[in-house]
Nanobody, 115 residues
Framework: VQLQASGGGLVQPGGSLRLSCAAS????????MGWYRQAPGKQRELVAG???????YYADSVKGRFTISSDNAKNTVYLQMNSLKPEDTAVYYC??????????WGQGTLVTVSS
């Protein structure tokens, strides 16, 4: 299984970005898709997740600003990020957990929020 993430970049505070992550390969069924991030000098943390049934959950720090969604037919997960803050600067990673309980990580995409 391969995950290809895209959509990162440089944005000013208050701006928006949309991340995408497409899964390909031998996928028997996806249980959960999610986004994590790792800022310099910090541990990787969960940002948001979405189950195959459409249930979503978010870190408190992004609630009301970020929205996770998925296209199950395309095995793709999205993260719409609005009202971005400098503290959102990090490398964002997508993660997929299959129904077999195997999990896979994308390569990471850098989001920089700066004026």
């Amino acid at each position: 299984v391969q995950l290809q993430a895209s959509g990162g970049g440089l944005v000013q505070p208050g701006g928006s970005l949309r991340l995408s992550c497409a899964a390909s390969g031998s996928i028997s069924g996806i249980n959960v898709m999610g986004w994590y991030r790792q800022a310099p000098g910090k541990q990787r943390e969960l940002v948001a997740g979405i189950t195959s049934g459409g249930n979503t959950y978010y870190a408190d720090s992004v609630k009301g600003r970020f929205t996770i969604s998925s296209d199950n037919a395309k095995n793709t997960v999205y993260l719409q990020m609005n009202s971005l803050k400098p503290e959102d600067t990090a490398v964002y990673y997508c993660r997929v957990v299959l129904r077999t309980d195997h999990n896979y990580w994308g390569q990471g995409t850098l989001v920089t929020v700066s004026s």
